[in-house]
């Protein structure tokens, strides 16, 4: 496909892992990156993943890559409240052009 | 201290009318970005700037004009603007071309009536 493809939404009660996926495009892609952009903010980066890698872990998160499927994954162990936000997935098109997912929405219930 | 920082933080304006959002950064990056953000959050590029020299022109009317006076400044001017230009623009910033790790201002929400 041509888009970075997400599910759009995700709901979780607090305490649970949240598993958020992502579809990329281009198998070329040197480094995927997972951001995070919460309500009237800009995005942050949260994590990034090289292409040569197959898992990354860090604290709570946890990024799992399928170079062969293309597909990409978050984990979020013990989500919080605090965690409540927009994901999205991005690959590097080269010279800092970074293609998007359309986002996934997690909503974290107490 | 802001890294990235733009303003203003919200614009209503007219159709026809022109604007400007203003962006500056103060991280010593190398490289600037403009985004831009629909109704359904989805993000697209617009414009990168490296050391002032327009990099990516992505396919924006040409009523959109980019101008970086110096690489901790990039300014976006919007003539003429049209209803589908509501969206929400981010100001971005990263340490050189080719690094992923972007910085992004808040955004500045721009209505058009």
């Known amino acids: 496909g041509e888009d970075v493809e997400q599910s759009l939404f995700l709901s979780v009660r607090e305490g649970d892992s949240s598993v958020i996926n992502c579809t990329y495009t281009?198998?070329?892609?040197?480094?995927l990156y997972w951001y995070k952009q919460e309500p009237g903010a800009g995005l942050q980066l949260l994590t990034y993943i090289f292409s040569n890698m197959d898992m990354k872990q860090d604290q709570r998160l946890t990024v799992l890559l399928n170079k062969k499927d293309k597909h990409l994954s978050l984990r979020i162990a013990d989500t919080q409240t605090g965690d409540s936000a927009i994901y999205f997935c991005a690959e590097n098109k080269g010279q800092g052009n970074l293609i998007f997912g359309k986002g996934t929405k997690l909503s974290v219930k107490p | 201290d802001t890294a990235v920082s733009q303003t203003p933080k919200y614009l209503v304006t007219q159709m026809g009318n022109d604007k400007s959002i203003k962006c500056e950064q103060n991280l010593g990056h190398d490289t600037m970005y403009w985004y831009k953000q629909d109704s359904k959050k989805f993000l697209k590029i617009m414009f990168s700037?490296?050391?002032?020299?327009l990099i990516i022109n992505e396919t924006v009317p040409n009523r959109f004009s980019p101008k970086s006076p110096d690489k901790a400044h990039l300014n976006l001017h919007i003539n003429s603007l049209e209803l589908g230009d509501s969206a929400v623009y981010f100001c971005?910033?990263?340490?050189?071309w080719g690094a992923g790790e972007l910085f992004f201002g808040e955004g500045s929400r721009l209505t058009v009536l």
């Open positions: 971005a910033s990263s340490q050189d």
């Open positions: 281009d198998s070329s892609s040197t480094y």
């Open positions: 700037y490296n050391n002032k020299e």
